[in-house]
Each structure stands twice: as C-alpha cells, then as structure tokens.
Nanobody, 121 residues
Framework: QVQLVESGGGLVQPGGSLRLSCSVAGSILGVYAMAWHRQAPGKERELVAGFTKGGEIKYADSVKGRFTVSRDNAKSTLYLQMDMLKPEDAAVYYC???????????????WGKGTQVTVSS
C-alpha cells in the first residue's frame, strides 16, 4: 500500500519560515510528478508548487520568490521551503504524487492526508 506522509507544518509568525516534507512509503516502481497543494477554509484546493512529469517546476504566482520546492529522488521525498510567510498562506498543505506500483501500469495519483500551516502573530 502506498502512502504519502507529510510533515513540518505548524504555527509560525508572519515573516517566518517552515519546511514541509513529503515522503513516499510503500512498494513503488516510480514516482513521477510531485506537487504541493493547499486548501484554506472555505476555499478550493490550489496548486502551490511542484514538479511536472518532465521535471519542470511550477509555482503559484502568490508564492513565487518566497517558496522553494525541491525533491530527493533517491529518497522519493518532496520538500517545500516556505519563507516570508503571510497570514494568507495559512492552510492545510497536501502532497500529491503520480506513482507506478506495477510494471506496465500507468502512474496513478496519490494524496497525503495533509499538514496544517498556521501563520499568525
């Protein structure tokens, strides 16, 4: 069974930093696109930052210059360094990855359970 496990969320003051991690656990053959999404109360889930299947990095306009996404393919881990955090960044952050588990199968999307980020003084 494949699981995505997020960690690193918490409470931080405006202007502060947090680093989120997302690890893939389970029997897998390959991890392709990986991304961070977030959902604030009353709002739709939105893409924050991530890697496409081809390795291109994408950022939401609202986080460009403040957030940095990276990945360690050897560890099947995705990171999100969040700096200069603002109250509007507060949300539950979810990790998403397209993963193959069997030879010949197409990648399937998996989601983590999310980690809460609160930005408040």
């Amino acid at each position: 069974q494949v699981q995505l496990v997020e960690s690193g969320g918490g409470l931080v003051q405006p202007g502060g930093s947090l680093r989120l991690s997302c690890s893939v656990a389970g029997s897998i053959l390959g991890v392709y696109a990986m991304a961070w999404h977030r959902q604030a109360p009353g709002k739709e889930r939105e893409l924050v930052a991530g890697f496409t299947k081809g390795g291109e990095i994408k950022y939401a306009d609202s986080v460009k210059g403040r957030f940095t996404v990276s990945r360690d393919n050897a560890k099947s881990t995705l990171y999100l360094q969040m700096d200069m955090l603002k109250p509007e960044d507060a949300a539950v952050y979810y990790c998403n990855a397209d993963i193959t588990t069997r030879t010949g199968w197409q990648p399937a999307p998996y989601w983590g359970k999310g980690t809460q980020v609160t930005v408040s003084s």
